[in-house]
């Protein structure tokens, strides 16, 4: 694998897993915040944790692409 590819590789990974996260977490905070237990909604916090992660292995490389076009200049 080229150098290029782990880099991409890398910014899909890291994006996804952030997302995940991101998505998961602010999901679990509302259902504590509504006054529920996050075990009885994990179903709903696992759909959106894996959109987030989709969504971020998606843009993780469009933005590797933009930050490194402005470097370039």
Not at 31 to 42: S, T
């Amino acid at each position: 694998m080229d150098l290029e590819s782990k880099g991409d590789l890398k910014w899909t990974l890291w994006s996804a897993l952030i997302s995940f996260a991101a998505f998961a977490g602010v999901t679990a905070t509302q259902a504590v915040a509504e006054g529920g237990d996050p075990l009885e909604h994990w179903g709903v916090i696992v759909a959106l944790g894996v959109i987030g992660g989709t969504v971020g292995g998606l843009v993780g490389p469009m933005i590797r692409g933009i930050s490194l076009r402005f470097r370039k200049r």
